[in-house]
């Protein structure tokens, strides 16, 4: 029996195309090789197995325990090998939390396995999405995997890259082997050549197997579809030409099978080489065009009407335009390139969206001459102007429940037109938010294994992300802390609202804090907080408790798992006045 997570049936409210993009990932075990295989469909991305002589080698333990223990059934009705190497290609999560569906903690602690990653992989993690970017992060990768729609005709179809992302259980082992440029090594009998590749991340690695002439490419081939060289949920800038440049490295071996980190594997040289290369080309194309035609001093608005893909690329099966999309692409790379400014220098400091929508509102005859007007082009199915006109009423008032209504049918009908699935995801959640839905994303997932995964330092620095300037100002105090079973010592500075982390503590820190690595991770997590840590003794205190008080009221305590309103921006809490 056939299992598909993606919803793989013909309906009016899906393109036939994107219904077609869902029957490539059913769940299957690809035998690349006599010693490669690979797992799809079982969630988002591809696990990959290496039989070797007395082990095996994994790659990109998918996003969920759950998940990976699906696939390792799978890989055990193969082989009873132990695990040798566990290697993640990147940072994103996709390709790290199901780890101890494979392997222990401790089995990688006694040396009986490696985990293998990029130098800056932790690093990442935490300061692009873990900690750093927090709530909004989340929230805008719930809304672009779909996570808050139900899975058919009129919700969430597939997610572009693979069936579906959705996480019950979370684990994650830190590298104890970390790649800078390349790195060759053996495991088990297979050899290996693992290079740097920065395309989707800056840490991202492929792995070539000599003796099977394997190359899995990580996400430098992100799926059977058009990369995002940009992601709408938000990410840093994915620079096109280093990505490309990076495909032209995977190009030079010569590979004579593919394995991807999404999608199904590809075998013959000749095929191979024709995928990387059409791949890396649309990929050169959209930039050189974007900068071509700015250089004309077209602007962002102008610029996605002008490149498109030219058509033996826009109509090759590796590229269709199921997850990122040229026009989403070419605006992150004017923005890249040139920043937000347009050169219109009315943008430079313009009226406040809510109180120009108002005035355009009354300019326009009132709010109920608008909302009339925007019910009138839906009905003659003229949803995207239906939609920008709601959104002007909207924006003077967030309350306005008939206007969000129409707002929601409008963005449906744009979803239910959307190849992209982030697109489709967008439009749909977003009509959720308009009608009311209470949307907060990841909540009950135990973060445990993640949060003591990273350095100790790294946890520390990420504090900085949260003072709270109103309580800090005036503030200058070093705060050190000393963790007893790893022998680690960091400090925070903090001056002028800021701070600034230090390692080693310095000596002229004002208190110092010595505790346990797995207290600290308790905190970050908060299941214990300073003063219950303080009084049970698990926290010892140097200096004055007075001063580590004043010094944690200058930090946001923050609630956890707030909504986070992305489609009706004056709900959004303002700061307070003075």
């Given amino acids: 029996m056939t299992v598909n997570l993606a919803y793989d049936q013909p309906a009016p409210t899906i393109p036939p195309g994107l219904t077609e993009h869902s029957r490539k990932m059913e769940r299957r075990l690809y035998r690349v090789t006599d010693n490669y295989y690979l797992a799809y469909g079982f969630g988002l991305g591809s696990t990959h197995m290496i039989v070797g002589e007395d082990g095996v080698i994994i790659i990109d333990p998918l996003e969920c325990v759950v998940k990976g223990r699906q696939i390792n059934r799978e890989f055990r009705a193969i082989t009873r090998l132990p695990v040798k190497a566990v290697i993640y290609t990147h940072s994103h999560i996709d390709h790290l939390l199901g780890v101890k569906a494979f392997v222990s903690k401790e089995e990688v602690a006694s040396g009986q396995c490696q985990v293998i ?30 996570n808050y729609l139900p899975r058919g005709p009129e919700g969430a179809v597939n997610d572009g890259i693979g069936p579906e992302l959705s996480i019950k259980e979370v684990s994650l082992i830190p590298p104890t082997l970390t790649v800078q440029d390349s790195l060759e090594l053996e495991v088990a009998g297979v050899r290996m050549h693992i290079v740097w590749v920065p395309s989707e991340t800056d840490d991202e690695i492929a792995v070539w197997f000599p003796q099977a002439k394997v190359l899995c490419s990580a996400e430098v081939v992100q799926g059977e579809c058009f990369p995002n060289l940009h992601t709408i949920r938000g990410t840093r800038y994915r620079d096109p030409r280093q990505w490309y440049k990076s495909l032209d490295r995977l190009r030079r071996f010569q590979a004579h099978h593919l394995a991807p980190s999404h999608g199904r594997p590809v075998s013959g040289q000749a095929e191979v080489s024709e995928l990387l290369t059409a791949y890396r080309d649309a990929i050169q194309y959209v930039h050189n065009q974007t900068i071509r035609y700015m250089n004309l001093g077209y602007t962002p608005d102008e610029l996605v009407q002008l490149v498109k893909l030219p058509p033996a690329l826009a109509e090759h099966p590796w590229l269709g335009e199921y997850y990122g999309t040229v026009k989403h692409a070419v605006r992150q790379i004017y923005n890249g390139e040139l920043g937000w400014f347009n050169g219109d220098p009315t943008t430079l400091d313009p009226i406040p969206e809510r109180r120009a929508a108002a005035r355009y509102v009354e300019l326009m005859g009132g709010r109920d001459k608008v909302v009339a007007e925007a019910a009138r082009v839906f009905e003659n199915q003229d949803y995207q102007w239906a939609a920008e006109l709601a959104s002007q009423v909207i924006m003077a008032d967030s309350e306005d429940m008939e206007a969000r209504q129409l707002k929601a049918r409008a963005l449906r009908q744009l979803g239910y037109r959307a190849t992209s699935t982030n697109w489709r995801n967008w439009y749909l959640t977003s009509a959720l938010e308009l009608e009311g839905a209470d949307l907060r994303p990841g909540e009950g997932l135990d973060r445990t294994d993640m949060v003591r995964a990273m350095p100790n330092g790294a946890k520390v620095e990420a504090l900085g992300l949260h003072v709270n300037p109103a309580a800090a100002e005036g503030v200058h105090m070093t705060v050190g802390f000393l963790f007893s079973d790893t022998g680690e010592s960091c400090a925070l500075e903090l001056r002028h609202c800021v701070a600034e982390f230090h390692q080693p503590c310095p000596e002229n820190a004002a208190v110092v804090l010595s505790m346990d690595s797995t207290v600290f991770a308790r905190i970050i997590l908060r299941k214990l907080t300073f003063p219950q840590a303080l009084q049970n003794r698990e926290i010892q205190v140097q200096g004055e408790l007075a001063e580590l008080a004043r010094f944690f009221s200058c930090f946001d305590a923050g609630p956890e798992a707030p909504q986070v309103y992305l489609t009706i921006p004056s709900k959004r809490p303002l700061p307070p006045k003075g």
Avoid: D, K, P, Q
């Avoid at 900690?131 to 989340?138: D, H, Q, R, S």
């Fill in 117 to 146: 990653a990029h130098e800056t992989m932790l690093a990442n993690l935490l300061f692009s999405g873990a900690a750093g970017l927090g709530n909004i992060g989340m929230a805008r990768s719930w809304y672009s995997f779909g």
